[in-house]
């Protein structure tokens, strides 16, 4: 998530925007305080809601845990997984090293 001023808005609007279409949230700060978060606009946004959307977007950037999540959405930590599913959001993310590393430990 990226953070942006109010006057970096005068200068920075495409960089905002562009970030917008590749589903990247941003906050917009005064003084140091948030003032609003630019949401994308896309399908959770469309079919979910603000609330929603939001929820998915911060857990996918990693912002903020399933449970977390779930609380936000309105929904419980089973149907915020679905719901993750449907937009195909991973819920376990694992690297190549620990994946490595379990299948050592498994075999």
Request: hydrophobic letters at 45%.
């Amino acid at each position: 998530m990226e953070t942006f001023t109010v006057r970096d808005l005068r200068e920075r609007t495409g960089e905002l925007i562009r970030g917008a279409e590749a589903g990247k949230l941003s906050v917009v700060t005064k003084h140091g305080t948030p003032v609003f978060v630019a949401v994308p606009f896309d399908d959770a946004l469309l079919k979910e809601g603000v609330g929603v959307a939001l929820a998915i977007h911060l857990f996918d950037e990693e912002r903020i845990s399933l449970s977390r999540a779930a609380r936000m959405a309105g929904r419980s930590v089973r149907e915020m997984v679905d719901l993750l599913g449907r937009y195909g959001i991973p819920v376990i993310r694992t690297t190549a090293d620990e994946l490595e590393q379990e299948l050592a430990d498994f075999g």
